[in-house]
Nanobody, 127 residues
Framework: QVQLVESGGGLVQPGESLRLSCAVS????????IGWFRQAPGKEREGVSC????????YIEDSVKGRVTISRDHSKDTVYLQMTNLKPEDTAVYYC????????????????????WGEGTLVTVSS
């Protein structure tokens, strides 16, 4: 059974950093691409950053380039999203998601119908 469990969200001030974690089970990070998505109130869900299974190549959405890094730890079956210089517009529920299609990172982040999702973790950036 595929499971994804996010953690690490919280309330931070503008300019601060946060690291989100996604603990996975039921599949291998070596075989499935995985990524982070977010949905702000009143807005559509968007792909933030994804990482491919094959070569670890990454995709980062333009609005967060230079401020986020996605990484994975195979020994811990965990994927991370390190976010720096957070802005109020980064406020959203952040979800971890994966799909067994064997997609590249950019295709996963742009896919509208992804099979497996975590419950999400709320990030609030406010002074």
């Amino acid at each position: 059974q595929v499971q994804l469990v996010e953690s690490g969200g919280g309330l931070v001030q503008p300019g601060e950093s946060l690291r989100l974690s996604c603990a996975v089970s039921g599949f291998s990070l070596d075989h499935w691409a995985i990524g982070w998505f977010r949905q702000a109130p009143g807005k559509e869900r968007e792909g933030v950053s994804c990482i491919s299974s094959s070569d670890g190549s990454t995709y980062i959405e333009d609005s967060v380039k230079g401020r986020v890094t996605i990484s994975r730890d195979h020994s811990k079956d965990t994927v991370y999203l390190q976010m720096t210089n957070l802005k109020p517009e980064d406020t959203a529920v952040y979800y971890c998601a994966t799909d067994p299609l064997g997609l590249t990172a950019d295709r996963l982040c742009k896919l509208s119908d992804i099979d497996y999702w975590g419950e999400g973790t709320l990030v609030t950036v406010s002074s």
